[in-house]
């Protein structure tokens, strides 16, 4: 099989290339990636053998063409993905997410390529602490630009799907953690943090709840919907792994050896979204699907481990990560 993984310099398609090309050595991988500040090569750089890499912009359409005339199938992982990003500046979000996805499934859709598109379950915007979870039926209500945009990519796919017959499959997945992460999200900001003898920086009361999955276990579900999903379902990804912000960063805390209340309260996110809650049966019964990171504890710490050895990885991002924070006015409360 010849595939193009679109955005597999960021995290988490780094980490997909990574396992594709360990656990399916028969599958060639052309990655595409336009490299923004939240691109790395060097993520690549222990299978840079093993893989294409071609550096460009999933809106170059006549690139897009080229490169997805010569494959079998796209999963498409490129995106601006960060919230508070889009707060200060929303039209890369509206660039690339929406007109790169554009792009994309006119591809595929001029050379009947098979496509997977990688969404966010951000798309269904937020839940009370006492709601239900949400499902492939949860009607969409984005609260940021950022969710809004990939929301609208989710529509566009659909669009596709239904009009053109373009053979995809949609999936939104829940808070990823684990190696090759950039230092601005949440629980890299908060290890890279204490590295530097920095206390971590909780939003507001700390009482939001994210559903934390291992960034393999997303992948692991990406692959069985490529190989065995229903052309134009959407299915869930998630490992059942809610948990507030407050406690996450006392569990980060206690593994450097400190007090569970070592942090700052800063500003708050404008329009902070609660929580967010994953019901993933549908692909665990359709498709038979499981985690095999289901400890997160576990899961946190060899992630710590991780930033801790890998230093050279994450050093060239910290300070313009920290900078940029302060630029956009986060102040300790
Ligand atoms: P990331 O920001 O770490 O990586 C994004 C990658 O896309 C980078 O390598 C960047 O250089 C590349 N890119 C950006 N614009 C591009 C363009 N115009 N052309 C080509 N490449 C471009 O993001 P991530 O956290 O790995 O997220 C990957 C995908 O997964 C996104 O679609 C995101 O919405 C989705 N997602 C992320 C999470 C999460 O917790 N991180 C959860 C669910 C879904
Ligand atoms: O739910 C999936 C989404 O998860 C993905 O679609 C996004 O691409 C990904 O960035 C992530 O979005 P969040 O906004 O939930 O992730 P972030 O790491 O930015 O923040 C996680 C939570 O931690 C959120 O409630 C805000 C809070 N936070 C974040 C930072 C950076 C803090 O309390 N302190 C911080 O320093």
Redesign the pocket.
């Known amino acids: 099989m010849r595939l193009l993984v679109t955005g597999g310099a960021g995290f988490i398609g780094a980490n997909f290339v990574h396992q594709t090309v360990a656990v399916r050595p028969d599958v060639h991988v052309t990655v595409l990636d336009k490299l923004t500040y939240a691109g790395n090569r060097a993520s690549l750089d222990p299978i840079v053998d093993r893989i294409e890499f071609v550096h460009g912009d999933i809106a170059d359409t006549a690139l897009v063409d080229r490169l997805v005339g010569g494959v079998d199938a796209v999963v498409h992982f490129a995106a601006e ?4 990003n889009s707060l200060a500046d929303p039209w890369p979000f509206v660039q690339t997410n929406i007109v790169g996805t554009y792009s994309l499934l006119q591809a595929v859709r001029h050379h009947e390529v098979r496509y997977h598109h990688i969404s ?3 798309v269904y915007g937020d839940l009370d602490l006492d709601d239900g979870r949400f499902s492939e039926h949860t009607a969409y209500n984005p609260s940021s630009p ?1 969710s809004a945009s ?1 929301a609208s990519s989710d529509m566009l796919v659909r669009a596709w799907v239904r009009s053109f017959g373009v053979r995809a499959t949609l999936s939104n ?3 990823n953690y684990g190696p090759y992460q950039h230092v ?3 629980i890299p ?2 290890i890279t943090n204490l590295i530097d003898g920095i206390r971590p ?3 507001g009361t ?1 009482h ?1 709840v ?1 559903d934390w999955i291992h960034v393999d276990d997303h992948n692991s579900a990406v692959w069985k919907i490529l190989e065995r999903g229903r052309i134009g379902q959407t299915y869930l990804i998630g490992a059942d792994g809610e948990r507030d ?1 407050k406690s996450v960063i006392g569990l980060i805390l206690e593994s450097f050896g400190r007090p569970a209340d070592d942090y700052d309260h800063v500003t708050d ?1 404008p329009g ?1 979204d609660l929580r ?1 809650a994953i019901d993933s049966t549908l692909l665990r019964t359709e498709l038979g699907w499981e985690p095999k990171y289901p400890d997160f504890r576990e899961g946190l710490a060899a992630t710590i481990g991780w930033y801790r050895e890998n230093e050279s990885w994450w050093r060239p991002q910290k300070a313009a990560t920290e900078n940029a924070y302060s630029a956009a006015g986060e102040k300790v409360l």
């Open positions: 993905s960060h919230n508070d966010t379950d951000e950022y990939k997945c829940s808070n601005e999200k949440f900001r908060q920086r909780l939003y700390g939001q994210r912000n996110r902070h967010y």
